[in-house]
């Protein structure tokens, strides 16, 4: 841990944060995580499906117990499982909307059975469980070069596939019904998306856990919505808050030594509430201006 704490000098500050081999790797994968988590929660927040990326961070439990047990790595582990639960909510739901009771009755039907499996792989594993524990709340600081280079692989390759159904996935979030008139795959997109979706749970545990999994999946695009509605700018602004919150989460955790995951979701939740907080201020005195604007009408 650092000798000394934060000063003004922003270089000295970033070497002395990137002096160690342990926090290279937590800044490496935790910007992978970060772009990956911040794109894909935009599309989380605008189609409503919130309560899907909170059962497939559940899902991460047993995943990396299975893969503990099984003495594999606990991210492949953590990618299987969401992979699987990702494609039985988009079968079970293929078709109706993001929302509707199909999708809400798997999810909650796949969400139990999960844990069930969770508590399983957990009593079956002879060894140490603080490994199984420590992805409850973020191993971001102890990732290995391996965990890394997986890391590397899914983000590039989620972020490339989200690229190329980005446009017609707004489209379909937006109206499915004329999308479909027009020859949209909207129930294959639903289903693309979600694989998409538990890819980045799955790295994105890493950072928070699967316990704080909203901080990184659904802060960012909630609070970039309630800037703009324009899609572009409302997804490169749920990147760069992702970013921000990541990095600042990192420095924080590493001059402190207090959890990565708290000051991640205490910066996350804080923001979308000043964000609230601003919004409403602002309506609250723009409908007084309009109830105190004199009328210029002359009766007649």
């Known amino acids: 841990m650092p000798q000394q704490g934060p000063s003004w000098d922003l270089v000295a500050d970033i070497q002395l944060l990137?002096?160690?081999?342990?926090?290279?790797?937590?800044?490496?994968?935790?910007?992978?995580v970060a772009l990956l988590a911040g794109a894909a929660g935009y599309f989380v927040v605008l189609r409503g499906q919130s309560f899907a990326a909170h059962m497939l961070s559940q899902v991460g439990f047993p995943g990396a117990a299975a893969g503990v047990l099984l003495h594999v790595s606990p991210v492949l582990g953590l990618i299987v499982f969401c992979l699987a639960a990702a494609l039985g909510i988009g079968w079970a739901g293929r078709d109706l909307d993001a929302g509707h009771r199909a999708e809400s009755a798997a999810v909650g039907s796949i969400l139990a059975f999960?844990?069930?499996?969770?508590?399983l792989f957990f009593r079956l594993y002879a060894g140490s469980a603080a490994g199984i524990y420590s992805f409850l709340f973020g191993t971001i600081l102890g990732i290995s070069d391996r965990d890394v280079q997986l890391t590397l692989v899914v983000a590039v390759a989620s972020l490339?596939?989200?690229?190329l159904i980005g446009r017609p996935l707004i489209f379909a979030t937006v109206d499915p019904d004329v999308a479909e008139a027009r020859s949209v795959n909207v129930p294959m997109l639903s289903i693309a998306f979600l694989v998409i979706l538990a890819f980045a749970v799955a790295i994105t545990v890493q950072i928070v856990g699967t316990l704080l999994i909203f901080a990184l999946l659904v802060a960012p695009g909630a609070s970039a919505l309630q800037l703009t509605a324009r899609p572009g700018r409302?997804?490169?602004?749920?990147?760069?808050?992702?970013?921000?919150?990541?990095?600042?989460?990192?420095?924080?955790?590493?001059?402190?030594?207090?959890?990565?995951?708290?000051?991640?979701?205490?910066?996350?939740?804080?923001?979308?509430?000043?964000?609230?907080?601003?919004k409403g201020a602002a309506a609250v005195r723009g409908g007084r201006l309009r109830f105190r604007e004199p009328s210029f009408a002359t009766p007649t």
């Open 18 to 32: 990137l002096q160690f081999h342990f926090m290279q790797n937590a800044f490496v994968a935790g910007t992978l």
């Open 234 to 278: 409302a997804l490169s602004l749920s990147v760069v808050l992702s970013l921000a919150f990541t990095w600042l989460g990192l420095a924080l955790a590493y001059f402190t030594d207090l959890p990565v995951g708290f000051f991640i979701t205490s910066l996350a939740f804080a923001t979308y509430v000043l964000i609230r907080a601003a």
């Open 160 to 163: 490339a596939a989200l690229t």
């Open 114 to 119: 999960s844990l069930g499996l969770g508590l």
